[in-house]
């Protein structure tokens, strides 16, 4: 792994990264006085590929939402086994959990590739919750959203086979109902192994039994023959 970086501390956001942010789940519905006090509170931070956010049990300062880049949470089991929970991605919120439950990350948080961060101090932020609604809203929208996506992350492990899993991923990025199509990786499959809860080892196996009806793979690269066929797994 990875070491943490010296983070720039007065980056200021650029137009993209302000826009990206202010339509992540957590700052997307403020209304117009709790807004600016938001966005005076944010920092920015870069982080290289691999680089350690933060690890499990350490003090918190911060939550963060992803302006570019996808960020990994994981644990880690006492012989050093990795276990993916969640992979962050632009827009992204991750957490914010702490401004309700403490003062120590409960997970680890590495960058997948190069990052770029919006981070919250939590004590800031748990101050303006204090004295503005929308602020306690958000965080509550945000919580709720996390919960409902873990249900289904749950649902889908106990329901569907690893090939499944991933015809369901590879529905949600197509843009056709039928025929064709072809689809880019965000991220390395590593990562989509990570998001969909599968051993790296278990998504070759999945893509492989998805070649008897059309999936190919190429680096990042999918190419579906026909999404009806997907459909039917």
Avoid: W
């Avoid at 980056?11 to 993209?16: D, G, P, S, V, W």
């Avoid at 492989?208 to 459909?231: M, Q, Y």
């Amino acid at each position: 792994m990875g070491s943490r970086e010296t983070v720039n501390k007065i980056l200021r956001l650029n137009t993209r990264d302000k826009t990206t942010l202010l339509r992540s789940s957590f700052l997307a519905q403020m209304g117009p006085t709790a807004m600016p006090a938001m966005m005076e509170i944010v920092t920015v931070a870069n982080f290289e590929a691999r680089d350690v956010l933060f690890r499990e049990g350490e003090h918190a300062e911060f939550f963060y939402s992803v302006l570019v880049g996808y960020v990994r949470l994981y644990r880690l089991n006492k012989d050093g086994r990795e276990a993916d929970i969640r992979i962050c991605g632009p827009g992204d919120t991750f957490a914010e959990c702490l401004l309700a439950l403490g003062d120590t990350y409960l997970y680890n948080a590495q960058a997948a590739e190069p990052v770029t961060l919006a981070r919250f101090d939590l004590q800031r932020v748990r101050q303006l919750a204090e004295v503005q609604p929308d602020v306690a809203k958000a965080v509550i929208r945000c919580l709720s959203n996390h919960l409902l996506d873990t249900m289904d992350c749950i649902a889908n492990d106990r329901l569907q086979t690893a090939p499944q899993r991933v015809a369901s991923y590879l529905l949600a990025a197509c843009n056709v109902q039928d025929g064709p199509a072809s689809i880019r990786l965000p991220f390395q499959k590593s990562l989509l192994a990570g998001k969909l809860g599968l051993a790296p080892e278990a998504l070759s196996r999945a893509f492989s039994s998805l070649k008897r009806i059309g999936v190919s793979v190429r680096g990042r690269s999918i190419h579906v023959t026909d999404v009806s066929a997907l459909k039917q797994i």
